[in-house]
């Protein structure tokens, strides 16, 4: 049975899991799935950057480029992208406690970037900008959670100016049946209700206005990054002397190994779709 979650379940859930996710787990909050090289690498942080620079270069974000990061969480893309592109950028995300870790982390890491980058508390529905302010919108892995994906679209359309690039990546829902397995441990588990397939998401942004660019089915990362997560989580419960930082590395390691099976059940995926708000679209 599928369960409608709502923004505020899953704000509250964001909200109340930044403790220890940041205390057991990583301590920068990278939360998006990572990009490997091959089946022999277990590199998680290379891989989770690799998404990001895939991301950055396939948008053709550049110096010159302001960019908003839709459910941005800690603010690390963002930071990166700054660091890296020398772009400026706003990060926004449903979960107050996460936006005012980004901002405590641009302040403590990133200093220098505090002129160029700001990070609000807000909803992907109701996007805090004009229209026409950006010249490129990103995302990872986290539109999936919007409720209403059809007004998400309709307001990263609006905040994008004519031309401008949206590029993200997004968990998938394959199939349109879910089995109760899946949908305890992989959907319930985040309070995510549902979401698209590859090729709904493109009719999906299509019906929004967008062009699509690129559509780039990424299962085999999603399977890496959770065979690899599983076997870190193991590792680190097996060493650590404190009895609830074991109890979340086993949660989480049974839940790596859900997801795995979820996704050779063909009911969870990953992938990067590049859009595009036409020339001549009206802001
Ligand atoms: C899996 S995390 C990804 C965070 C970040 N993009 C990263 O790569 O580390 C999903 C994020 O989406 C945010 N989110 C969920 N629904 C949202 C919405 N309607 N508007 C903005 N952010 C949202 C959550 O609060 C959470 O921080």
Same mark, same amino acid.
């Given at each position: &049975? ?51 620079? &895939? ?5 053709? #974000?550049?110096?010159?480029?302001? /960019? ?19 772009? =400026? ?7 107050? !406690?996460?936006?005012?870790?980004? +901002? ?15 990070? +609000?508390?807000?909803?992907?529905? +109701? ?10 919108? /990103? ?8 409720? $209403? ?14 031309? @401008? ?9 394959? /199939?349109?049946? #879910? ?6 441990h992989v ?6 209700? @549902? ?11 299509? !019906? ?7 559509? $780039? ?16 989580? =193991? !590792? ?12 979340? &590395?086993?949660?989480?390691?049974q839940s790596?190994g859900e997801i795995?099976a979820a996704?050779? +059940? ?5 992938? &990067?779709? /590049? ?9």
């Amino acid at each position: &049975m599928t369960h409608a979650y709502t923004e505020q379940d899953v704000e509250d859930f964001f909200d109340e899991t930044l403790p220890n996710y940041l205390g057991f787990w990583d301590s920068d909050g990278v939360l998006h799935t990572g990009y490997f090289s091959g089946d022999a690498d277990s590199n998680y942080p290379a891989a989770a950057e690799r998404t990001s620079a &895939m991301l950055a270069a396939r948008a053709g #974000i550049g110096g010159s480029s302001y /960019v908003l990061d839709v459910g941005c969480g800690c603010g690390n893309f963002l930071t990166y992208l700054a660091g890296h592109a020398g772009c =400026r950028g706003e990060g926004v995300d449903l979960s107050e !406690e996460r936006v005012k870790f980004a +901002r405590q982390r641009l302040a403590a890491v990133s200093p220098g970037q505090q002129g160029r980058v700001a990070f +609000r508390h807000g909803s992907a529905t +109701r996007l805090p900008y004009e229209p026409a302010t950006f010249s490129h919108v /990103v995302s990872q892995d986290a539109l999936f959670l919007v409720p $209403d994906k059809a007004r998400s679209h309709a307001e990263i359309y609006r905040v994008l100016r004519p031309g @401008g690039i949206f590029a993200f990546s997004d968990f998938l829902q394959p /199939v349109a049946d #879910i089995g109760e397995r899946a949908r305890k441990h992989v959907y319930d588990r985040v309070r995510w209700s @549902g979401g698209y397939s590859l090729a709904g998401y493109q009719a999906a942004l299509e !019906e929004a206005g967008f062009e699509i660019s690129l559509a $780039d089915d990424l299962q085999d990362h999603i399977r890496q990054t959770y065979r690899v997560l599983g076997v870190t989580a =193991r !590792e680190r419960a097996d060493t650590t002397q404190d009895s609830a930082a074991r109890e979340w &590395m086993l949660t989480f390691a049974q839940s790596c190994g859900e997801i795995q099976a979820a996704i050779d +059940r063909g009911e969870f995926g990953w992938g &990067m779709i /590049v859009a595009r708000k036409p020339d001549n679209a009206g802001a």
